[in-house]
């Protein structure tokens, strides 16, 4: 077993954040395990404000804002007081500072390897890049590092590798996981591990269902008027800062930590403002910070105080989110557009002396490479009411437009062959902001995390002998002719999934199959299914089931799954007399509902 332990940098929420961002980042890249802390020091939560007399008893416990199940089923965790090599040592490693910071006198110097920044105290003044194997040669790894030291961690043998208070910057300028399309899948893992608990999110809604659509703005003060004094704004001046970016019509809530609120009169009698305690919540001082960032995630348009990590973790948040996410710039910090680095480039840092300090735009965290270039993840989706008809249906095949068949013998065989090498990898982009589910990948949210799916590809050797032993059970059943149209791999759904109740595409997927495959859970997950006259129905799989069924009717899967992973797969077909005259027909269909409520009141009237 190879360990990965740390000690968080010692400093607020969201540089801790950073830490364990890091920390995720460099186990991805040399495969350890993580020794989780118990908790952390945390800059204003904690009660020793003075950093020669911390005391662990005002640590805090960061599972209490994140979601530790999220983290520990995506990455190779252990909690520190069960490493069996830290057994009867726990007092000798602890410093007042750190549970770690004596670690390298107590732990056998042939198993531990502390790593330590060259010339800084965090790594991200070091301007260096880890990665987990050697890149010779590699065009794309060159124009990353920009001729940054590079260093290979598995270089490292050691059973135990580790930092101390060090891990401050950000991990998708200094960790290398590889090609572009390893970096889109660890920037989706972290950006999903390290979001808020939802119940922030549901919590958050009741400013919303207040004062309606929002702007927000986040004035830095407290520390900054002794480190950072020169930067800020004065109170007289903060009016005119904020007219540059917010219309006045529009509420505007300000996160602040400024305890004398008359500093901002001059911007009450301009904007209709609101702060924090104007909500009435119950909560405590750490999660009262987290509701700030989260309330202004949720805003139409957010500004915040350049040089704060905590206004930079609130445009994280609304980066990953779709939102507008304007990092390089504050009510502190107005850029003429000429001077801010274009978001498209990828490696933005070799437009900047190959550089990337930590204020500057993090804005490559929350975006997708494509080719060669940086993308929004969302899409935006518009549905156009004014097109549809309730009173067009969906073709009928069979009375009973759904039957569950055995899988033929001659692909279990074949299916679990494959099944069993498979390796599941997130699906990166997609995501889309529905106006009907909110944001989805394929239709799917989560309850738990930010929305995402698995996926598995499997052999064309097997689809092609799937489709030529399925198709002729689908058109005995339907009795029409039809043509293959599209077959995936095996699909993933985590914990906390939910299919909105949907129909699919008209021109390629009117007829389907479910070939269940896998699960690890407790409780079964039931497919959701409305014939034609809407009469709804729970289907359930078992390894060896499949479900023929007529995709233009409406299904999904309504109840978030609870378990470890839920796995299928689909065959498509259309008739193959199918063409424009009839698919534009059906166009007119709605495709998409919220729940079964709204199914059926939209077909009331017929």
């Known amino acids: 077993m190879r360990y990965l332990s740390f000690s968080p940098y010692f400093s607020g929420l969201s540089n801790i954040i950073m830490s364990y961002e890091l920390i995720l980042s460099i186990a991805h890249i040399t495969k350890r395990k993580i020794v989780l802390p118990p908790d952390v020091w945390m800059l204003f939560h904690s009660k020793d ?7 662990k008893k005002d640590y805090v416990d960061i599972w209490k804002i994140l979601d530790k199940d999220v983290v520990t089923k995506e990455f190779d965790c252990i909690d520190f007081y069960d490493v069996p090599e830290f057994q009867g040592k726990f007092e000798q490693m602890e410093t007042e500072r750190s549970y770690t910071g004596n670690i390298g ?3 056998d110097a042939s198993d531990i390897s502390c790593y330590y920044s060259y010339k800084h105290k965090t790594f991200d003044a070091d301007h260096i890049v880890f990665t987990g194997e050697d890149y010779i040669n590699v065009p794309e790894f060159d124009d990353f590092c920009q001729g940054r030291k590079h260093i290979n961690l598995n270089d490292y043998t050691k059973k135990f590798l580790h930092f101390e208070n060090n891990l401050f910057g950000h991990y998708w300028y200094i960790t290398y996981p590889g090609d572009y399309h390893q970096r889109n899948i660890l920037k989706d893992k972290i950006n999903r591990c390290l979001r808020y608990k939802n119940k922030f999110y549901e919590l958050s809604k009741k400013v919303k269902d207040k004062i309606g659509d929002y702007n927000s703005v986040h004035v830095r003060r407290n520390d900054f008027l002794l480190c ?13 800062k904020l007219y540059a970016f917010f219309e006045r019509s529009k509420p505007l809530y300000i996160a602040t930590d400024e305890k004398d609120l008359s500093f ?3 911007v009450r009698e301009k904007y209709d403002i609101y702060f924090y305690k104007d909500f009435n919540f119950n909560t405590t001082a750490l999660e009262t910070d987290v509701m700030d960032q989260v309330i202004c995630a949720g805003s139409d348009i957010f500004v915040g105080t350049y040089l704060s990590t905590y206004t930079k973790r609130i445009n994280v948040m609304r980066g990953v989110d779709g939102r507008q996410a304007d990092d390089d710039i504050g009510i502190n910090r107005i850029l003429e557009p000429k001077d801010r680095i274009p978001k498209h480039i990828v490696n933005p840092w070799k437009n900047n002396f190959g550089r990337w300090e930590w204020p500057d735009s993090s804005h490559p965290q929350w975006k997708v ?4 270039k940086y993308v929004d993840q969302l899409e935006k989706l518009t549905v156009y009411e004014h097109t549809l008809s309730p009173k067009i249906k969906p073709p009928k095949f069979n009375k009973i437009p759904f039957k569950k068949i055995k899988l033929p013998d001659e692909l279990y065989d074949d299916l679990y062959d494959e099944y069993y090498k498979m390796k599941f990898e997130s699906l990166i982009g997609g995501l889309q902001d529905h106006p009907e589910w909110g944001r989805t990948v394929s239709g799917i949210s989560n309850v738990k995390t930010s929305p995402h799916i698995g996926y598995a590809g499997v052999s064309d050797t097997f689809k092609e002998k799937a489709f030529n032993i399925l198709t002729p059970i689908m058109e005995d059943w339907t009795g029409v002719e039809l043509t293959p149209t599209v077959s995936y791999g095996v699909r993933n759904y985590p914990d906390g999934s939910v299919l909105h109740l949907h129909r699919d595409v008209i021109e390629s997927h009117v007829l389907s199959c479910i070939v269940y495959v896998d699960r690890k859970s407790t409780d079964n997950w039931a497919l959701n299914y409305y014939d034609h006259q809407h009469n709804h129905h729970e289907v359930f799989f078992e390894k060896g ?3 023929l069924y007529e995709s233009l009717c409406v299904h999904g899967r309504t109840t978030p799954f609870k378990g470890d992973f839920y796995r299928n797969m689909y065959f498509h077909w259309r008739p193959t007399v199918w063409e424009h005259e009839f698919t534009s027909k059906y166009q007119k269909m709605k495709s998409s509902f919220r729940d079964e409520k709204h199914l059926m009141e939209y077909y009331a009237e017929t």
């Open 105 to 107: 006198g107590v732990i």
């Open 264 to 266: 901002f009169d001059p």
């Open 545 to 547: 089931d499949v479900l």
């Open 369 to 372: 490479e494509q080719d060669g």
């Open 228 to 240: 950072h004094a020169d930067k800020l704004v004065p109170s007289d001046l903060l009016l005119d």
């Open 49 to 55: 404000y003075n950093i020669n007399d911390w005391k």
